[in-house]
C-alpha cells in the first residue's frame, strides 16, 4: 500500500473545505462553530483511497487567526495541496501557508485552482500564473497547477489522480524510534484515554511501553486505530488514534520510543528566513511551533548580528518551557507582533552546549549531513572528551553512527580518538616501566592524568586495553603482561641482592642494610618478592618485617621435620631456634611464616606438624601471635 499525508493549504475561503468534501465524501469541519461561520478553525481530517493508495488529507484553517493551529497540523505533511481560488489568485493566507509548507521540508505538491465554474478563463490563467510564481519564488518546485470545482466536478478526476500520484511506499523493515506530537486527548468509555495525532517516524504496534513529554511521563499502547480502523501496527506517515494505559497525556504533548526524547534545554538549529519578510531578524523573541508544541525561544545567531530576507544560518534556541524535540524536527518561528511566520528550520542537536560563534562551520556542516553523519561530526568534534552514548544515539536519530565506540560508564568516543588515546597510554606505561624495570610499575591513577588529557575517560581506555591484555592492572598499578624486559645491568643487580638473603640463610640481613638507600635496589627486592624467591615474614611484637631466601625456608623445613615429628608435646621457639642455630630475633617471625604456610600450626607456646591431631590442645587460634 502506498501512502502520504497531505496538507491542504490556501487562503480562508478558496474552497478547501468544499473541494475535500467533494473528493472524499467527509466534511472536516466538524464543530458548530465552523458550522456557523462557514470557516475552519481546526484541522480536519479524510481519508481518499484508490489506485493501491490511502491518502490521509488534513484540511488546515485558512484564517491568519488560526494559523497556529494550520501550523500545528501541518508539521506532519509529506506533500501539499495549495487551493487558489481562480477569482482571487494567491492572497495573504496562501503565501504564508505556502511559505510555512517550504520551511517545514515540503517539495512535492499539486495546486488545485478551484471555483472555475465562477471564473472567465483570463482569471483561471492569472490565478495558475500567479501560484507559479509563488512556488518559484519559495523553491518548491514545478508543481502541477490544475483548475477544477467542486461544484461542477470539472477537472476534479485529474485532481484526484495528482493525488494519488503523491503517495509513496510505506516504509517498512525495520521498527525505528517513534515519535507522534498530540493534537487532541480525550476518554471513551471502554478504551480510556485516547490521544491522536499523526506519526512523524518509527513504528507502533499495541503492547508497546511508551514515554510523554515533557517528562518523561510512561504509558503502554493498547489499541490503535486509523479512520476508524482497528490496527496490529503503523507506520510513520499516518493519523492515529492511541488509547493508552498509564499517565495522562494532552495536545502539544509528544508520544515516544523510551529513550528517542530528552529535555532540550538549547537546540542547535539551521534557520531560514522566508524571501518576503520585511526586514532581517537578530536576537529576539519568537513563538516557536514545532510537532504541535508551541513555546516562547530567544533567538541567538552565532556568526552575524542579523539574518536577512531569504538567508539560512547557523543558531541557537533557547526555549522557555520544558521542551523535548528529535534531531531533524522541523520548525516555525512567529513573531508575536505583527504575527506572522517569518522563519523556520530544522533541529540539528535537541541536547547542544552554549556555542561561540566559530562554532557556526560545524553546524552549517551538519544541516547538509544525514543524522548518523552528523552525529558523528559532532562525535569527532567532542574529542577526547566524547559524549553520552543516550544523547549520541538520540543525536543520530536512535543508533550510534558506524565510527562511534560505546565505553563503559556511559560515554563514547569516535573510533579514531579511541585509537590514539588507547596508543597514548599503552606507550605511556611501556615507557614508565622502562625506566625503572625493576619497580612495581607506575601507579594507575598518576599515569592516567599525565598520558591522557583533561577530560578524557581514563578508566574505560585502561580498561580496554587491560580486557585486550595489552595491560594488566596489578594493586592499582600498570604492568606489561610478561613483565618488564631486564637487561644485563638489572639480572645482575637481581643476582647480587638475591645472594645477599641466600648467603644469609636463616638469618637474613635486614632489607634496609640491603637497599643501603638506593631505590633501585629497594625494587630489585620487590622485584624478587613478586617472583617468589624471597618471601615476608612478620613479627608481630616488635613490629617488624624480615625477608627469608625460598631456600632457607627449605632448609628450616628440612630441618625442623624430624623433631616435631618425634615430639609428642611439641617444640617451643627456643625449641627451634636451637635447632636451627638462631637467635629468638629471627626464630619467631620464621615460625610465624611456617605458621601462615601451613607447615606448622601453633598449640598454646608450642609448634607441632599440621599434620598430627589437636588433641586436647584444642584448635589453632585464628591469628598467630608471637610469643613473649
Known sequence: MRRALIGVLGHVDHGKTALVRTLTGTDTDRLPEEKRRGISILPGYARLEGEGAELDLVDLPGHERFVRAMAAGASAMRAALLVVDAREGPRTQTHEHAGI??????????????????????????????????????????????????????????????????????????????????????????????????????????????????????????ALQSHGRVLEEAGPGRRLAVALKGDAAGPGDALASPGFLAASPMLDAWVTVLPDVPRAL????????????????????????????????????????????????????????????????????????????RDAALLQSLAALRPEQA??????????RGLPTDRLRRLAGGRLPEGAVALTGGLSLA???????????????????????????????????TALPVGAPGEAVAARLIARGVLRLVSGRFALPGGAALGEAEHRLLREVEAAFRN??????????????????????????????????????????????????????????????????????????????????????????????GFTRRVGDRRRLSSEPEGEAGPRPRHASAEG
Open 415 to 449: 573510533d579514531s580518538v579511541l585509537a590514539e588515546l588507547e596508543t597514548a597510554l599503552r606507550e605511556a606505561a611501556r615507557d614508565a616501566i622502562a625506566r625503572n624495570t625493576l619497580g612495581p610499575g607506575p601507579e594507575a591513577r598518576a599515569l592516567l592524568r
Open 101 to 222: 509548507a517550504a520551511l517545514l521540508g515540503v517539495r512535492r505538491g499539486v495546486v488545485a485552482v478551484t471555483r472555475t465554474d465562477l471564473a472567465g478563463g483570463g482569471e483561471v490563467a492569472a490565478a495558475t500564473e500567479g501560484a507559479r510564481a509563488l512556488l518559484a519564488q519559495l523553491g518548491l518546485g514545478d508543481w502541477p497547477c490544475l483548475p477544477c470545482s467542486a461544484v461542477s466536478g470539472a477537472g476534479l478526476a485529474a485532481l484526484r489522480a495528482a493525488l494519488i500520484d503523491l503517495a509513496e511506499p510505506e516504509v517498512t523493515g525495520e521498527a525505528g524510534q517513534a515519535w507522534m506530537p498530540l493534537d487532541r486527548a480525550f476518554h471513551r468509555p471502554g478504551a480510556g484515554l485516547v490521544v491522536t495525532g499523526a506519526l512523524r517516524a518509527g513504528r507502533l504496534m499495541p503492547g508497546d511501553t511508551v514515554e510523554i513529554w515533557p517528562g518523561p511521563r510512561h504509558a503502554t499502547i493498547r
Open 282 to 357: 537578530r536576537r529576539e523573541e519568537f513563538r516557536l511551533l514545532c510537532g504541535t508544541a508551541e513555546c516562547g525561544v530567544r533567538l541567538r545567531l552565532l556568526d552575524r548580528a542579523e539574518l536577512s530576507p531569504g538567508e539560512s544560518g547557523a543558531a541557537q534556541l533557547q526555549p522557555d518551557v520544558s521542551l523535548a524535540l528529535p534531531v531533524r524536527a522541523r520548525f516555525l518561528l512567529r513573531l508575536p507582533l505583527p504575527v506572522g511566520t517569518v522563519a523556520g528550520g530544522v533541529v540539528l542537536d535537541p541536547e547542544a552546549p552554549r556555542h561561540r560563534g
Open 504 to 597: 644469609a640463610s636463616l638469618s637474613p640481613p635486614e632489607p634496609a642494610a640491603v637497599a643501603a638507600g638506593d631505590r633501585v635496589r629497594m625494587s630489585a627486592i620487590r622485584h624478587l618478592l613478586a617472583q617468589g624467591i624471597l618471601f615476608r615474614a612478620a613479627d608481630a611484637v616488635q613490629k617488624r618485617e624480615w625477608i627469608f631466601h625460598r631456600d632457607a625456608l627449605a632448609e628450616a623445613r628440612r630441618r625442623l621435620a624430624p623433631a616435631l615429628s618425634a615430639s609428642t608435646e611439641g617444640l617451643t621457639v627456643s625449641d627451634c631456634d636451637k635447632l636451627l642455630g638462631i637467635t629468638r630475633r629471627h626464630g619467631v617471625p620464621l615460625l610465624e611464616r611456617l605458621d601462615a604456610e
Open 375 to 384: 552525529a558523528q561530526r559532532v562525535l569527532e568534534a567532542a574529542g577526547p
